[in-house]
């Protein structure tokens, strides 16, 4: 295989490397899942508050069903029996319509109630709680009429269309079926008195209002779940994006690097200034140099206070010998304190007896008493 090829291989495989890692293949992320929350993109089906309220209300009026007409018949009998031979004045009649709307407004509470608790029910289930203003701000993006027609013929409309016809499909051949069975009862309707009319029109409707309720609410728990998938699919992620996360959340390893290196260099510099204040410096004498401090008023135990191994060590005892602290060999004592101690810490309690040697004879040189 010449050059040229091997080269153009591996420009091929670059690109396809390239290509794949741009592909949004990756599960979102935590952040990029609280972040799109924030924003107000959650997965939510608008079919199931709907189509739970919708049920609830059948429910309250199956449930209340004698309330309601005892409710309605108070009201109608008031009006024929007290109401009839009233003076229509602006002020009766306003009086006359503030007592009836009051009256009504009872009468429809437990339907009010049970739609408002199921609302906020069947939204709370799918999202929790949620308060946010992103999704009401205005935005002149949206107004946009190239994105706009484009919107209108995406598989989101699609989906969108297919559902209404399937919604409308269902709730046709279900009023079908409902009065196909009573086809034989409705010629019968002429004979039947007021009650037998009555009863039998709100049979029918909460028959017919209960079935259509079921069925969009199974529709909205399978539209629910579409709704979840298409959400994760549009928040997956590339390889890149999750790197490029993970670097914005933790900061570029690189950065971070450099910080390190630059926090090693100055406490290397503290470290090295402290040298000079050192009473003994104890080497290996190649390998490791520890330098030592006592001051009996202050400290409890010799404290270290530099600390370095090879190239280190040997810069250690270059300034010990430019600002004239003495320097000693012992090899063990040296790698034990190197070892087993660090830089601001007292020597072990097992060492003090060697320590206490090689100051004694520091001090006895500089003729010193401490």
Same mark, same amino acid.
């Given at each position: 295989?010449?050059?040229?090829?091997?080269?153009?291989?591996?420009?091929?495989?670059?690109?396809?490397?390239?290509?794949?890692?741009?592909?949004?293949?990756?599960?979102?992320?935590?952040?990029?899942?609280?972040?799109?929350?924030?924003?107000?993109?959650?997965?939510?089906?608008?079919?199931?508050?709907?189509?739970?309220? *919708?049920?609830?209300? =059948?429910?309250?009026?199956? #449930?209340?069903?004698?309330?309601?007409?005892?409710?309605?018949?108070?009201? =109608?009998? $008031?009006?024929?029996?007290?109401?009839?031979?009233?003076?229509?004045?602006?002020?009766?009649? *306003? *009086?006359?319509?503030?007592?009836?709307?009051?009256?009504?407004?009872?009468?429809?509470?437990?339907?009010?109630?049970?739609?408002?608790?199921?609302?906020?029910? %069947?939204?709370?289930?799918?999202?929790?709680?949620?308060?946010?203003?992103?999704?009401?701000?205005?935005? =002149?993006?949206?107004?946009?009429?190239?994105?706009?027609?484009?919107?209108?013929?995406?598989?989101?409309?699609?989906?969108? =269309?297919?559902?209404?016809?399937?919604?409308?499909?269902?709730?046709?051949?279900?009023?079908?079926?409902?009065?196909?069975?009573?086809?034989?009862?409705?010629?019968?309707?002429?004979?039947?008195?007021?009650?037998?009319?009555?009863?039998?029109? %709100?049979?029918?409707? #909460?028959? *017919?209002?209960?079935?259509?309720?079921?069925?969009?609410?199974?529709?909205?728990?399978?539209?629910?779940?579409? !709704?979840?998938?298409?959400?994760?699919?549009?928040?997956?992620?590339?390889? !890149?994006?999750?790197?490029?996360?993970?670097?914005?959340?933790?900061?570029?390893?690189?950065?971070?690097?450099?910080?390190?290196?630059?926090?090693?260099?100055? %406490?290397?510099?503290?470290?090295?200034?402290?040298?000079?204040?050192?009473?003994?410096?104890?080497?290996?004498?190649?390998?490791?140099?520890?330098?030592?401090?006592? $001051?009996?008023?202050?400290?409890?135990?010799?404290?270290?206070? %530099?600390?370095?191994?090879?190239?280190?060590?040997?810069?250690?005892?270059?300034?010990?010998?430019?600002?004239?602290?003495?320097?000693?060999?012992?090899?063990?004592?040296?790698?034990?304190?190197?070892?087993?101690?660090?830089?601001?810490?007292?020597?072990?309690?097992?060492?003090?007896?060697?320590?206490?040697?090689?100051?004694?004879?520091?001090?006895?040189?500089?003729?010193?008493?401490?």
């Amino acid at each position: 295989m010449s050059g040229l090829e091997e080269r153009s291989l591996s420009f091929k495989y670059a690109m396809n490397l390239q290509l794949f890692s741009g592909e949004k293949t990756e599960k979102a992320t935590p952040k990029k899942k609280q972040d799109a929350r924030q924003k107000g993109q959650v997965a939510k089906s608008m079919e199931l508050p709907a189509s739970g309220v *919708l049920l609830a209300t =059948f429910f309250c009026l199956m #449930m209340f069903g004698g309330y309601f007409k005892d409710h309605a018949v108070r009201l =109608f009998r $008031d009006i024929f029996m007290n109401r009839l031979n009233m003076e229509v004045t602006p002020n009766t009649t *306003l *009086l006359m319509m503030g007592e009836y709307g009051v009256q009504i407004i009872i009468m429809l509470a437990p339907i009010f109630i049970g739609a408002i608790v199921i609302g906020i029910a %069947a939204n709370y289930m799918q999202i929790g709680f949620l308060l946010t203003g992103e999704g009401i701000t205005p935005k =002149f993006s949206k107004i946009d009429p190239i994105k706009g027609f484009k919107n209108i013929f995406s598989m989101r409309s699609l989906v969108e =269309f297919l559902k209404s016809v399937l919604k409308m499909t269902v709730i046709g051949y279900l009023v079908y079926s409902v009065l196909w069975k009573t086809k034989a009862d409705l010629p019968k309707l002429a004979e039947m008195s007021g009650d037998q009319m009555l009863s039998f029109t %709100a049979s029918l409707t #909460m028959e *017919l209002g209960l079935k259509i309720g079921v069925v969009l609410f199974i529709l909205a728990v399978l539209d629910y779940m579409y !709704q979840r998938y298409e959400h994760e699919k549009n928040l997956r992620m590339s390889k !890149q994006d999750i790197k490029d996360e993970y670097k914005k959340m933790e900061g570029d390893p690189l950065i971070k690097g450099k910080i390190r290196e630059r926090q090693r260099r100055m %406490a290397m510099q503290r470290m090295m200034q402290e040298v000079p204040n050192a009473d003994v410096i104890i080497t290996n004498p190649t390998h490791f140099a520890v330098a030592l401090k006592y $001051d009996g008023s202050e400290m409890e135990a010799p404290q270290i206070i %530099a600390k370095g191994q090879d190239y280190v060590a040997l810069r250690i005892k270059e300034i010990a010998k430019q600002n004239g602290v003495i320097t000693m060999e012992n090899k063990p004592l040296a790698r034990a304190l190197f070892q087993r101690a660090e830089i601001g810490d007292a020597i072990p309690a097992d060492l003090f007896q060697a320590v206490a040697e090689v100051l004694a004879y520091v001090y006895k040189l500089k003729g010193k008493v401490k």
